[in-house]
């Protein structure tokens, strides 16, 4: 049984890699939501919303940084500035609502906002541009 959960342990990387991706991709709909009403329109209906307004603003953070995290190119700041986005969401639009993220609807930007920070201090993982530059760097 010890040597299961050993190797389940080293894919520990590699999941921290799967974590970022899918949890980038459907980070980044939520901007493309805003900015391109792509897959859907945020409201049935409209359109984009204007760049120069809140959600405008909060629309290029998770479609441009969203594809970032995707890629995993300059990933811990980027998480980190994404975490932020997400934290002032919560408090901002959901905890006046209720403080349970349940009530308030605010799970997504909650969840978010904790992944986000996770992955600005423990990196993309082994499956990121940031990774591979590094190891090229040391081989260089």
């Known amino acids: 049984m ?13 999941l921290r890699s799967v974590l970022r991706i899918l949890a980038a991709f ?6 493309t ?8 329109a945020m409201m049935p209906g409209a359109g984009g919303v204007h760049l120069f307004s809140e959600l405008g ?7 441009f940084g969203g594809a ?4 995993g190119l300059f990933t811990r700041p ?10 002032v969401a919560f408090f901002q639009v959901h905890f006046p ?17 904790f992944v986000w920070l996770y992955i600005s201090a423990a990196g993309g993982g082994p499956w990121s541009i ?3 530059l590094k190891k090229r760097k040391k081989a260089g």
Do not use: N
């Open 2 to 14: 010890a040597k299961i959960v050993d190797k389940w342990e080293s894919f520990s990387p590699q």
């Open 26 to 31: 459907t980070y980044m709909s939520h901007g």
């Open 33 to 40: 939501m805003k900015l391109f009403a792509f897959p859907a």
């Open 57 to 63: 603003l909060a629309g290029m953070i998770e479609t």
């Open 68 to 71: 970032l995290l995707l890629l």
């Open 78 to 87: 980027v998480a980190f500035i994404v975490a932020g986005e997400m934290a």
């Open 97 to 113: 609502r209720s403080f349970w993220p349940v009530i308030s609807g605010g799970e997504l930007a909650y969840l978010y906002c």
């Open 130 to 132: 940031d990774a591979l």
